[in-house]
């Protein structure tokens, strides 16, 4: 498996992984219309994707920030103001790759891109998406706390805040 950079050409790859990944396990749990501006926003330091067999296996993001509501409970938990936090986002793993070891490792690389830009890797995450907490549990991210996130349209979503491990040295 190969991590890099994620190029323009891989947009469309990167935006039915997201319509895939929504269909199968509900995130986003609001996915717009703009799948690919989504992905590949202005609120970006970078992105990534995975590859396996010439295909996009998973897609991860390290945006600038997230919602008010995690950006200040993120900034309390690790003792930072807010423009020191880099959020890790967008992490979409294939179906077809899960349990290969394709969301760890672009989790880490997330991290790692990070810690290189001297900033505190964060990220928040659904309460409901008990997957994806048992992944950032077991790669050592740790519980922050939780927030309520209220959207434009008035919808609501619970997020549980986590706090990154000091990434692996390579």
């Keep these: 498996m190969l991590v890099r950079e994620r190029a323009e050409p891989d947009l469309p790859g990167c935006a039915e992984l997201a319509r895939q990944v929504h269909e199968r396990d509900g995130y ?3 996915l717009p219309g703009d799948v690919r501006g989504f992905l590949a926003g202005p609120a970006a330091y970078g992105a990534w994707v995975a590859e396996r067999d010439s295909r996009i296996a998973g897609h991860v993001a390290l945006h600038r920030s997230s ?5 200040e409970l993120a900034s309390a938990a690790a003792g930072q103001p807010a423009s020191r936090l880099g959020v890790v986002a967008r ?10 070891g394709v969301g760890r490792a672009l989790l880490e690389h997330a991290t790692r891109q990070a810690a290189r830009r001297g900033l505190c890797p964060v990220l928040d995450v659904a309460a409901d998406l008990s997957s994806a ?6 790669c050592g991210w740790v519980l922050a706390g939780a927030v309520t996130v209220t959207f434009r349209d008035g919808n609501s979503l619970d997020e549980l805040v986590y706090l990154g491990p000091v990434p692996p040295a390579r």
């Design 28 to 30: 986003p749990h609001y």
């Design 133 to 138: 907490i048992q992944l950032y549990e077991s």
């Design 67 to 71: 919602s008010p509501p995690v950006m």
């Design 91 to 100: 992490l979409l793993v294939a179906p077809a790759a899960r349990r290969q």
